[in-house]
């Protein structure tokens, strides 16, 4: 996770359950729509957070251990925060909800060594189609964890995300393989860290929830590092820290979307972290996906678009019910 620059009460997330997550079911309040800046912002996020995947892949190519890149990639992105701990002193790290802190950290760590294990086992293209199943989970585990009432728009919006999956993945006519079920997990966990992310942000501001599951995944993420370490050379440097770097300019810039147009815009727009992933998968590694690919992420982005979009009217509604009967 990086640092990202929402207005207090937005709900921030992990591209990265993927880059934090899917960035898919972000809101903001009170955007400016400014429609130029957001589709650069969000089109900035979207190549830089396909670029924390491939920069990712090459680490790995020299070598080293998913587990170990997953802990690199924390820590670099803790040192790249470091100026805002100095800007924001010790009140950045005090929070009054330490045990959802504590369990989101847990959640994040196996989310997110599935998320860097499945980078080194099948195309970024795929990987990154299969994350946009994060907001349908997402919805799913709010039912269950928060005891949300979901009617029948969202369960069919749910259940078309679930068949895009299925056209993606085509279970018995080709084979799935470990890498798919590590993406899923890691989709699923992204999910499950968004309905925890939006009880985090009543409480604390972005800025501060990032930086602190950062500062504990980082030591987290350390001990099963360990057990497959590799001393590091100087040659690895400059590729974790475009791992670090992406990580954090592609959170500040997709902020900067939300607040910049209405967020219905930069969620249509979030789709354009497939072909960015795509182009680098060919580019770097010589990588494909085929048609049923395109195919099942469309169904799913889509699914997830309106899911998000239906919440957001849910919210606008029942804030307006509230205004009048106060």
Same mark, same amino acid.
């Given at each position: 996770?990086?640092?990202?620059?929402?207005?207090?009460?937005?709900?921030?997330?992990?591209?990265?359950?993927?880059?934090?997550?899917?960035?898919?079911?972000?809101?903001?309040?009170?955007?400016?729509?400014?429609?130029?800046?957001?589709?650069?912002?969000?089109?900035?996020?979207?190549?830089?957070?396909?670029?924390?995947?491939?920069?990712?892949?090459?680490?790995?190519?020299?070598?080293?251990?998913?587990?170990?890149?997953?802990?690199?990639?924390?820590?670099?992105?803790?040192?790249?925060?470091?100026?805002?701990?100095?800007?924001?002193?010790?009140?950045?790290?005090?929070?009054?909800?330490?045990?959802?802190?504590?369990?989101?950290?847990?959640?994040?760590?196996?989310?997110?060594?599935?998320?860097?294990?499945?980078?080194?086992?099948?195309?970024?293209?795929?990987?990154? %189609?299969?994350?946009? $199943?994060?907001?349908? @989970?997402?919805? *799913?585990?709010?039912? !269950?964890? /928060? #005891?949300?009432?979901?009617?029948?728009?969202?369960?069919?919006?749910?259940?078309?995300?679930?068949?895009?999956?299925?056209?993606?993945?085509?279970?018995?006519?080709?084979?799935?393989?470990?890498?798919?079920?590590?993406?899923?997990?890691?989709?699923?966990?992204?999910?499950?860290?968004?309905?925890?992310?939006?009880?985090?942000?009543?409480?604390?501001?972005?800025?501060?929830?990032?930086?602190?599951?950062?500062?504990?995944?980082?030591?987290?993420?350390?001990?099963?590092?360990?057990?497959?370490?590799?001393?590091?050379?100087?040659?690895?440097?400059?590729?974790?820290?475009?791992?670090?770097?992406?990580?954090?300019?592609?959170?500040?810039?997709?902020?900067?979307?939300?607040?910049?147009?209405? %967020?219905?815009?930069? $969620?249509?727009?979030? @789709?354009?972290? *497939?072909?960015?992933? !795509?182009? /680098? #998968?060919?580019?770097?590694?010589?990588?494909?996906?085929?048609?049923?690919?395109?195919?099942?992420?469309?169904?799913?982005?889509?699914?997830?678009?309106?899911?998000?979009?239906?919440?957001?009217?849910?919210?606008?509604?029942?804030?307006?019910?509230?205004?009048?009967?106060?």
């Amino acid at each position: 996770m990086s640092s990202v620059e929402n207005r207090r009460g937005a709900a921030v997330g992990s591209s990265e359950g993927g880059p934090g997550g899917n960035a898919v079911g972000k809101m903001v309040a009170a955007p400016r729509n400014d429609v130029a800046a957001g589709i650069l912002w969000v089109t900035l996020a979207m190549a830089l957070f396909a670029g924390l995947a491939a920069s990712s892949r090459m680490a790995m190519a020299y070598g080293y251990h998913p587990l170990q890149i997953a802990f690199f990639r924390f820590l670099s992105a803790l040192v790249l925060m470091l100026p805002l701990l100095a800007w924001r002193g010790v009140a950045l790290v005090k929070s009054n909800a330490p045990e959802l802190y504590a369990i989101r950290a847990s959640i994040s760590l196996f989310s997110m060594t599935a998320w860097f294990w499945a980078i080194s086992l099948i195309p970024l293209g795929e990987l990154t %189609a299969i994350g946009f $199943l994060s907001p349908v @989970f997402g919805t *799913l585990a709010a039912i !269950v964890i /928060l #005891g949300e009432k979901v009617r029948a728009r969202r369960w069919t919006a749910i259940l078309v995300g679930f068949i895009g999956a299925m056209i993606m993945l085509r279970p018995g006519a080709s084979p799935i393989g470990l890498g798919q079920y590590l993406a899923l997990f890691s989709a699923f966990t992204g999910g499950v860290m968004a309905v925890l992310l939006k009880q985090l942000a009543g409480r604390d501001d972005p800025d501060k929830i990032v930086f602190l599951t950062t500062l504990i995944m980082t030591p987290l993420s350390l001990v099963p590092a360990l057990f497959v370490w590799r001393v590091p050379t100087w040659e690895l440097l400059p590729i974790i820290t475009v791992v670090g770097l992406t990580g954090v300019l592609g959170h500040m810039c997709l902020a900067r979307a939300f607040r910049a147009a209405d %967020a219905s815009l930069v $969620l249509t727009l979030e @789709f354009s972290r *497939l072909p960015f992933a !795509v182009a /680098l #998968g060919f580019v770097l590694f010589g990588e494909l996906i085929d048609t049923w690919t395109w195919v099942g992420a469309a169904i799913i982005f889509a699914s997830a678009v309106y899911i998000a979009r239906r919440e957001a009217k849910l919210r606008a509604e029942a804030r307006r019910k509230e205004m009048e009967g106060g």
